[in-house]
């Protein structure tokens, strides 16, 4: 016991580990105990700035904590998540984030032998794991057509990348609300399983007005398609918003910073991270929060790209 120590003695001890540069064995220190302090993350990408900004809460959240984030990248792959979740397993995590819903099989056995607290983020729906903090995907991209549709947009497509889960719950949101106000066509759909870029939206929505040449405005499932789609517009010397709009998901800095500002569906994701950690190191002590899921909600920010001035009086 530490009071059993000398004063002297526990000085030279310390100074002994300083001499020689001792760094406690994490791993020993967690077999010998329930758990570590260790907090898992898993997160699609370390790239996009979506997760950067999860990213920040999740640091600043355990900052003058006992807690150390250990962080994975799963990259969109289903079998990476698996493997690192047999390595947080082995670990024995005090803690453990996880990015959404849908994992494998393999993955969902993998949680259920966690026995430690775990938030599934970005999303919310029925039977979570444990804890949830996210957002409805499907109402945050159903508002976004509804806007462009009150703006009298009515050719409007969807312009999307990668196809994870996520973007394949906005697709449907899309197809739905299109299909509720008479206003769909499959033509207007152009969709990529390749990483989204700047670029890539540019390309989509060059295959847009391709498909459909009288299509007037699109929904893009983030801000890097909105800005290359933008851009491809620009080139092609069509008037943002009278001829055509165009609507981002995020919001993202560069959204409100392009010529014309993009509307955009702004998603709270840095409050996201902390809220989630705090949750978790909460559920650590032994003070589970009442609320277990928690929906941050979303914003639609209208700006120039969608503000279609009224018709003018025949």
Known sequence: MPQA???????RVE????EIGYVPNSAAQALASASSDVVGVIIPSVANAVYSDVLRGVYEA??????????GNSNYSYLQEENLLRIFLGQRPAALLITGFGQSRESMKLLQAMNCPIVQIMEIGPDPIDMQVGFSHEDACEAAIRNLIDRSYRRIGFLAGQMDRRAQIRLRSY????????????RLIVTTTKATTVTMGGELCAELLARAPDADALQANNDDIAIGALFECQRRRMRIPEDF?????????????????????????????????????DAVAGKRPEQQVVNLGFKLIER????????SPA
């Open 5 to 11: 120590v000398s004063q002297n003695l526990r000085e």
């Open 15 to 18: 100074r002994a580990i300083r």
């Open 62 to 71: 355990v900052e003058n904590t006992r807690f150390q984030i250990q962080l």
């Open 175 to 186: 197809e739905r609300t299109m299909r509720a106000a008479g206003l769909f066509d499959e």
């Open 245 to 281: 709009g165009i609507s981002g998901f995020n919001d993202l800095e560069i959204a409100a910073a392009a010529h014309p500002r993009i509307t955009s569906v702004k998603t709270y994701r840095y409050e996201m991270g902390r809220r989630a950690v705090q949750m978790l190191m």
């Open 304 to 311: 120039e790209s969608t503000m279609r001035p009224p018709a």
